[in-house]
C-alpha cells in the first residue's frame, strides 16, 4: 500500500496518516479489540454455555468474542500465541489443563472480594490464578443388567479378577484420566498407583475414545465396568431414565469419588484486565452458574443447588483433587501409565 501511495506522489502528512489508520484498523482486527470487547478462548465450547455469555453483554455492554478448542488445543494456541495473544480470559476443562496453562505463565492472577465469596477456598488457586466454575466427578460405571453398583465399592473394581475381559477405558492420552492418576500418585504413592494400574491392565480393558461412547458400549453389553466423568450419564439419564448404566460410587467409607473442576482465569498480558476479572466474577455467580451445571455438572458456588435430576448424587462422599499437590505429577502420572501399558 505504501509503496503504491508514493506512485501516485500524495503528500507526505496524507500518507502517513493513512498508514497509521492502517496499522490500526490492522490491531483491531487482530485483537478483536474495539475497547469494550472480550475475547474467550473457551474449552466449554461444547458445553452449551453461550447463554451465560449472552445474559453477560446483556448486563455490562461488554461483548463477548468465543473461540472453541479442547482444554489440550487452546493450551497450545495460548503458548503459541505468546504475547500476541487475542485471548483475555481462558475458560477450560480439568485440573490438568488449568495447572498447565498457570505453570507456563499463561495466566495472571485475579483476587477480588467476590470472586472469593463465590468459590469456596478449595476450588480456587491459592494465588487467585484461576477459579472454578463447576466440580465433575470420574467414577466407576456399570451396565446395571450385569452388575449391581453397590457391590462396585472403589477403583480397585476396574483390576477385579472376576471383571478380566468385561471392562473398559479411554485411553491414557485423556486429561481426566491423567488428572485422576496424578491425584493418586500425590494421595496413594507411586508404588501403590502403579498396583492399582497394573491390575487395571491385567484385566485387558477395551479403549474407547470418549466417555460417551464408552457409555453406550455399556449400555449394549459390551462392556459391563467402565469409568467415567458422571456428568455423561447425568445427560443421559436426563432424557432416558431407563438408560441401564449406573455409577458405583467409590471409597465412600475412606476418601471418597475422585472430584476434579473445569474453571476459567484471565490471560497473562491481557489489555483488559478489568473487564476480564468482570466476567469472571459473573461466570461464578449463582445466576451464572445455575446455567453452567445444567449439564449435569456439580456447582463450585455453594449457594447454587445441582441440578433436579442429579441432586441425590450431590450427597456423595468426594475427593477434591487438589490442584498444587496433582499439577507438578502430570508428567509422572503420563510416564506410569505408558509403563504399565495403558495404551
Known sequence: ??????????????????????????????????????????GRSHYGDEQVFEDFTEATGIEVRLRGGTGPELFERLR????????????TTDMANLWRAEDAGLLQPSTTATLEANIPEDLHDPDGTWWAISTRLRVPVVNTDAIDPASVTGYEALGDPQYAGRTCLRTSTNEYNQSLVADMIAKRGEAATRALLESWMANDPDIIPTDGEMLQIIADGDCDLGLSNHYYLGRILLDDP?????????????????????????????????????????????????????????????DVPPPAHIADWADVETDPIVADEAGPLLDDAVALMVDVGWP
Request: hydrophobic share 50%; net charge negative.
Open 1 to 42: 500500500m505504501l509503496s503504491s501511495l508514493i506512485r501516485r506522489r500524495w503528500p507526505l502528512p496524507v500518507i502517513v496518516v493513512v498508514v497509521v489508520a492502517a496499522v490500526v484498523v490492522g490491531a483491531v482486527a487482530t485483537s478483536g479489540d474495539d475497547g469494550r470487547t472480550l475475547v474467550v478462548y473457551n
Open 80 to 91: 503459541s500465541e505468546g504475547d500476541d495473544t487475542p485471548a483475555d480470559v481462558l475458560i
Open 242 to 302: 431407563d438408560f441401564p448404566v449406573a455409577p458405583a460410587w467409590p471409597d465412600q467409607d475412606g476418601a471418597g469419588a475422585h472430584a476434579n473442576v473445569s474453571g476459567l482465569g484471565v490471560v497473562a498480558g491481557t489489555d483488559h484486565y478489568d473487564m476480564a476479572v468482570e466476567l469472571l466474577e459473573f461466570m461464578t455467580s449463582a445466576a451464572a452458574e445455575g446455567h453452567v451445571v445444567e449439564g449435569s455438572e456439580f456447582p463450585a458456588n455453594p
